[in-house]
């Protein structure tokens, strides 16, 4: 079975490369898309149960998938991607700085 951490850094890698390079405005059908996307994903993800978790956490209302622009999918990613930071006893990343970390840089 695949490295859980080794797996798990790559995944988080493409997912917010996916969510920088997302559009500022995307089309009605690519947000269905997305949406269908991150739940095939989340059924996908090949270590058992970090998807199951991933699932559940995806589930609860206030978690939904927010895929309207790149600042909100790029947000929600940050938070979906703290939230495993949390269970794992991991310090949680300031998602104020999703974009300079993903996207455009750091500055320092
Ligand atoms: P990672 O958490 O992989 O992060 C990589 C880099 O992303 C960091 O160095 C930092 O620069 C940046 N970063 C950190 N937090 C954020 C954030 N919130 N937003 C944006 N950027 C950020 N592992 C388990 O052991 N158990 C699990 O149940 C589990 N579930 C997972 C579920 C999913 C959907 C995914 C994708 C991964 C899961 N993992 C799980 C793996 C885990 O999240 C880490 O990827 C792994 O522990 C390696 O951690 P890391 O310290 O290298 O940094």
């Not at 951490?5 to 890698?13: D, P």
């Not at 970090?50 to 589930?59: H, I, T």
């Not at 939230?83 to 996207?103: P, Q, S, T, Y």
Request: glycine fraction near 4%; charged fraction near 25%; proline fraction near 6%.
């Amino acid at each position: 079975p695949p490295d859980v951490t080794l797996l798990g850094r790559s995944s988080w890698t493409l997912l917010h490369s996916i969510t920088a390079t997302y559009p500022v405005s995307p089309t009605p059908s690519l947000q269905r898309e997305t949406a269908t996307f991150l739940s095939t994903f989340a059924k996908l993800y090949p270590c058992w149960h970090c998807a199951s978790d991933f699932q559940a956490w995806m589930k609860e209302d206030r978690n939904a998938p927010r895929v309207s622009s790149r600042e909100e999918f790029g947000q929600w990613m940050c938070e979906a991607h703290n939230a495993v930071n949390i269970k794992l006893g991991k310090k949680e990343f300031d998602c104020k700085r999703w974009e300079e970390r993903w996207r455009t840089g750091w500055k320092d």
